[in-house]
């Protein structure tokens, strides 16, 4: 099992480019997040997915968009980058929908934008 | 005030020592509790959940006190490869709001 994975790995952008962050994860989890981490704070909720076809707004939801593909897959969309979006995002998924279920995460996706 | 505070360190101890982390959290709802490890440029792990009793997995010791809102984690015997930043994490109400503080840097010097 891979677990989760993510795409880019790094990423330049210039301000106003769009892109998007894709996120899979092969263990059958319902749940789904986007994180980013900056240096000095914790990791803050951007969106998370409870399960397939739903979505929710977290902490920083604005300046980005996201899709439940289906079960696996979760994209991050940044629909024109701003340099304040230069940052660490990171994908997780967990089991379900309870607070308790541990979380996975991929490796994280370095973004700058200039 | 943030929600969830930790000393950012760094600890720099020697190995075999005992450090302990502290961990604040502001919201008195919160329901779930844990510590992740994350290496240097890479995720963050779980390292183990907090339980209201108390949990012990190996040299690693949590606590949780609700009275006083923390929750803390004892490293015994510290190695080399405990080297890391430590996450407190807490979850409100059994939902999705994950909260994550901005961590504890541990140095283990040999």
């Known amino acids: 099992n891979a677990g989760v994975t993510q795409t880019p790995k790094f990423q330049v952008l210039k301000t106003g480019q769009s892109m998007t962050l894709q996120c899979a994860q092969d263990m059958n989890h319902n749940s789904m997040y986007w994180y980013r981490q900056d240096p000095g704070m914790g990791l803050r909720l951007i969106y998370y997915?409870?399960?397939?076809?739903?979505?929710d707004k977290g902490e920083v939801p604005n300046g980005y968009n996201v899709s439940r593909l289906n079960k696996r897959e979760f994209s991050l969309r940044l629909e024109s980058a701003a340099p304040s979006q230069t940052s660490v995002y990171f994908c997780?998924?967990?089991?379900?929908?309870?607070?308790?279920?541990?979380?996975?995460f991929g490796p994280g996706t370095r973004l700058t934008v200039l | 005030r943030k929600e969830v505070e930790q000393d950012p360190g760094p600890f720099n101890v020697p190995e075999g020592a005992t450090v302990a982390f502290n961990c604040t959290y502001s919201?008195?709802?919160?329901?779930?509790f844990f510590w992740y490890r994350q290496d240097c440029r890479k995720e963050p792990k779980l390292l183990m959940s907090v339980y209201s009793s108390g949990n012990e997995d190996g040299r690693f010791t949590a606590q949780l006190n609700r009275a006083s809102q923390y929750i803390s984690l004892l490293i015994r015997d510290s190695k080399l490869s405990d080297s890391a930043t430590y996450l407190c994490?807490?979850?409100?109400?059994?939902?999705?709001?994950?909260?994550f503080g901005p961590g504890t840097r541990l140095s283990v010097l040999p």
């Open positions: 997915s409870a399960s397939e076809g739903t979505t």
């Open positions: 994490v807490v979850n409100e109400n059994y939902g999705q709001n994950f909260v």
């Open positions: 919201n008195s709802a919160s329901q779930s």
């Open positions: 997780a998924s967990s089991v379900g929908t309870s607070g308790s279920n541990e979380q996975f």
